[in-house]
């Protein structure tokens, strides 16, 4: 598996995968029926690093890297992941977050933080915390789960 730098032609297959998953309204703070290019002009937004996982030339995961926020908090990276439905369990959601640890650091970035982690998302949190981020926010009732209702969301944080 490689991860490299998302171009132009991968953003067909980058739909494919955001599609389903925000869709399904369970794990991101986006509207379930955003229209596909509202989607991949908030993943490939301005100031993101948006990166894809491959294997044998199949595009398996996406993540994008962004500042936090500006000016004094500009030293906190934020990021995305999304997973293949396909690809689950083989590790692709590991090796972007790996990708992402090493990556932050030479982008300048001291620490990375997830803002609204959706708590019943039990696999994700479980991925982050073994990877050493402490959950440092919860926010009751934050996330409308469509089949669970108001649920927490969680903020993580880890120092790089």
Not at 46 to 74: C, F, I, P
Not at 140 to 153: E, K, R, S, T
Request: aromatic residues 10%; proline residues 4%.
């Amino acid at each position: 598996m490689i991860i490299r730098e998302a171009v132009e032609a991968d953003r067909a297959a980058v739909w494919t995968m955001l599609e389903p998953v925000f869709r399904a309204g369970d794990t991101y703070a986006i509207d379930p029926d955003i229209p596909r290019d509202a989607a991949l002009d908030y993943w490939f937004g301005s100031e993101r690093h948006v990166l894809v996982a491959e294997d044998a030339g199949e595009v398996l995961g996406t993540y994008y890297m962004v500042r936090n926020q500006k000016g004094g908090g500009s030293h906190v990276c934020n990021c995305g992941y999304v997973t293949a439905a396909a690809a689950q369990g083989r590790g692709v959601a590991r090796a972007m977050l790996a990708h992402s640890l090493d990556m932050a650091p030479r982008l300048g970035f001291r620490a990375m933080q997830y803002n609204f982690v959706v708590s019943t998302n039990t696999r994700a949190v479980a991925t982050w915390q073994r990877a050493g981020f402490e959950v440092v926010g919860r926010l009751p009732g934050a996330f409308l789960h469509p089949d669970q209702g108001y649920v927490d969301a969680l903020v993580m944080y880890r120092m790089l």
